[in-house]
């Protein structure tokens, strides 16, 4: 069981940067990602801030979540004797940062930039190979960074879809533990409800989060990064993956134009908890209140490409039981589904 060994939420924390680098003992030549958007907002920054304390740096661009990106830095990384990798930006960044120090057995850093999924601390790299996307295992975060006035900068959408990504736990749980009762898969309770706590408590504060004030950045920082712990502690992602995320991944190859990754997890979040027979209309209006996507429309998506997505789940991770079963929904079932819950008129 690998856990981060610090984690630091607050206003300009960022700056302790090099603090946190020296008390886990790193020095020789680090290496700094960011995106092509996020290097002014914050990868500038931390190379700046770790120069100006004595430390050797490199910065690099990280255009996309893709194996080839992986590789590059995989390649700086044994080129420049890269000791440490800190990844500040997105999620795509902190997800190609996260796999290459795995890869080359080095510690790594995230520093997000924005709230959006619990990739911040989570042990999985979402990783895109062609047209689809694969959750490829990785080492966690040795540290977790997350400034609140970097990540307050963002677009509320980006928080809003981070509330989605955590508020889907509360399906993706029963889904584990359905696969524990009828297939005896391992199920590890202290996960489970680790993950579960984190669901219930941005469902209790949507009003709270909605100010978008410090406090909110908090409690959904400190969700996100304990969902990702609690991967950490399960050994999989199962504790923040079900048959939700199935949804989400379908509607990324179905759909022309989709919405981010936990908006379509909240949405799908809603439709699986109607199947679990549990309190869907909860997650929806905690979702509404938030003010995150909980229909089609909303997710500048189609009806059909809803029912298709649906239709398609359970073929995107075969291996992992969900409320779907083996054999999914018929297209018939998939309607009423998504009728029901008002994800499509």
């Known amino acids: ?33 960011s995106g092509p958007h996020t290097v002014k907002i914050v990868g500038e920054r931390i190379k700046e801030i770790l120069d100006d304390n004595r430390f050797k740096t490199t910065l690099h661009i990280v255009n996309d979540a893709s194996m080839n990106s992986v590789e590059n830095v995989r390649k700086i990384i044994k080129k420049a004797n890269i000791s440490v990798v800190l990844a500040a930006g997105g999620g795509k960044i902190i997800d190609v940062g996260k796999l290459s120090s795995s890869l080359e057995n080095k510690p790594f850093i995230s520093i997000p930039s924005s709230a959006s999924h619990d990739g911040i601390a989570s042990p999985q790299a979402s990783i895109k190979n062609v047209n689809v996307t694969h959750s490829i295992k990785a080492d966690m975060p040795t540290a977790i960074i997350a400034d609140t006035e970097v990540i307050s900068k963002a677009p509320y959408r980006l928080l809003a879809s981070g509330c989605g990504d955590v508020i889907s736990n509360a399906t993706a749980v029963k889904d584990w533990e359905l696969a524990y009762k009828l297939r005896n898969e391992y199920y590890g309770e202290y996960a489970a409800s680790l993950s579960q706590m984190c669901a219930e408590l941005v469902m209790k504060n949507a009003k709270i989060i909605r100010t978008r004030g410090e406090e909110a950045f908090r409690i959904v920082l400190e969700a996100l990064i304990s969902s990702g712990v609690a991967m950490g502690i399960a050994g999989s992602s199962r504790p923040a993956s079900g048959a939700e995320h199935m949804f989400s991944h379908s509607l990324d190859l179905i759909a022309k134009h989709h919405g981010l990754h936990g908006e379509q997890c909240g949405v799908g979040s809603i439709m699986m908890m109607y199947l679990h027979g549990g309190n869907w209309e909860k997650i929806r209006n905690s979702l509404k209140t938030i003010g995150a996507p909980t229909n089609a429309k909303e997710l500048g998506v189609t009806n059909e490409e809803i029912v298709k997505a649906l239709c398609y789940a359970h073929k995107i991770r075969p291996e992992r039981y969900t409320i779907l079963g083996e054999k999914g929904l018929t297209r018939e079932a998939a309607e009423r589904l998504a009728q029901v819950t008002g994800v499509i008129e």
């Open 1 to 33: 069981m690998k856990l981060p060994r610090e984690v630091i939420i607050g206003a300009g924390v960022i700056d302790k940067t090099p603090r946190i680098c020296e008390s886990l003992g790193y020095s020789g030549n680090i290496l700094v990602l």
